[in-house]
């Protein structure tokens, strides 16, 4: 559920609450005046996919790396190339390439076996 922040407008009191979104538009009383509650919009906070972290192997010196593209211009900087392992993050040509020599390899074992 998201967090609402609420304004009085008599005493300018101001309360965050955690509301369902179909309520957030209900009248809402404060709780020291009674004056009516208005909404105050805030800024979304939205976390992103990567923590910047200090990293001791990109250069001579420890570095702190603020974001993935910030990583792969340090490793330029350094002459360093970013390896990935994972067979989805592969170019297609190497797939393809892999796929093909392992039908083959399939296709020795099964002459090898007629024989």
Same mark, same amino acid.
């Given at each position: ?18 509301? +369902?979104? $179909?309520? %957030?538009?209900? *009248? ?10 208005? @909404? ?25 790396? +603020?974001? $993935?593209? %910030?990583?792969? *211009? ?10 990935? @392992? ?30």
């Amino acid at each position: 559920m998201p967090l609402y922040s609420y304004e009085c407008s008599k005493c300018g009191l101001e309360i965050d609450e955690v509301r +369902k979104m $179909k309520d %957030h538009a209900l *009248e809402k009383k404060c709780s020291v005046c009674e004056g009516v509650l208005h @909404q105050v919009l805030s800024l979304a906070n939205i976390a992103g996919d990567f923590e910047p972290y200090i990293d001791e192997n990109i250069g001579p010196e420890p570095v702190l790396v +603020k974001s $993935k593209r %910030h990583r792969r *211009e340090l490793m330029a900087q350094n002459g360093l190339v970013e390896v990935i @392992q994972h067979k989805y993050h592969q170019p297609k040509w190497i797939r393809e390439r892999k796929q093909r020599r392992e039908w083959r390899q399939e296709e020795l074992r099964r002459q090898g076996r007629e024989r």
